[in-house]
């Protein structure tokens, strides 16, 4: 069965600094990985979707890249800003399992002015 | 519509009362899909359809939860006697295509069993 882990839980930082969000998941075989954001009371806003033959993406200030032999993505946000607060989840879709996927359980970014 | 849209935003129900929930898919969007998250908790994935046809229902959790979409547009999630554990918010997501899970998510039903 597939895991994803995300670390850290929850993270706080001041405006301007540069951050990186992890997620883990326990079996390589993906078809691919997505970064959603989720803001309080919303639905699921796909930020990066990297398929499982690339190595990253970018788009703007965000950064996500992907090492599938490891098991592991991060997600790169570079200056961030207040309005960037928000919980950031990552979802893998297995190669045997058509489009389901299955997410970690967040990483909620809290930017300070 | 621009977006898929789930209805009622919120619902608060009496434990053991059945309720509906309703997904407007992206216009001819194949694949949808119905997740369900507790609060912190990550999205998990109950069920999944391919045009009319519910191909995976491996994540309904019991026998209460039930879901169609008769003409391949919109689906109806159902929920039989509620139970306190079922609190949760429902999301509801589409894609083009099978196999693209470049999903576009709804906003969600809130549902609170009291």
């Known amino acids: 069965k597939q895991e994803v882990t995300q670390i850290p839980a929850a993270l706080s930082v001041p405006e301007g600094e540069n951050l990186v969000l992890n997620c883990s998941f326990t079996d390589s075989a993906i078809y691919n990985l997505q970064w959603f954001r989720q803001d309080p009371g919303k639905g699921l806003t796909s930020l990066l979707l990297?398929?499982?033959?690339?190595r990253e993406q970018t788009s703007g200030r965000l950064n996500a890249s992907l090492d599938k032999s490891s098991g592991r993505s991060t997600l790169y946000i570079a200056a961030s800003q207040p309005g960037d607060s928000a919980t950031y989840l990552c979802a893998v879709a297995r190669e045997t399992s058509g489009s389901r996927l299955t997410f970690g359980e967040g990483t909620q970014l809290t930017v300070n002015p | 519509g621009a977006g898929v849209s789930q209805s009622p935003r919120y619902k608060v129900a009496k434990r053991g009362q059945d309720v509906a929930l309703r997904c407007d898919p992206i216009?001819?969007?194949?694949?949808l899909f119905w997740y369900q998250q507790a609060l912190g908790q990550g999205p998990e994935f109950l069920t999944y359809f391919q045009n009319e046809a519910q191909l995976d229902k491996s994540g309904l959790p019991s026998d209460r939860f039930f879901a169609e979409r008769p003409e391949g547009s919109v689906s109806t999630l159902k929920i039989q006697r509620t139970q306190q554990e079922d609190s949760a918010v429902y999301l509801c997501?589409?894609?083009?295509?099978?196999?693209?899970?470049?999903?576009?998510f709804g906003q969600g039903t809130r549902l609170t069993v009291v």
């Open positions: 997501a589409s894609s083009l295509v099978y196999g693209n899970t470049e999903a576009f």
């Open positions: 990297i398929q499982s033959s690339q």
């Open positions: 216009s001819g969007h194949v694949s």
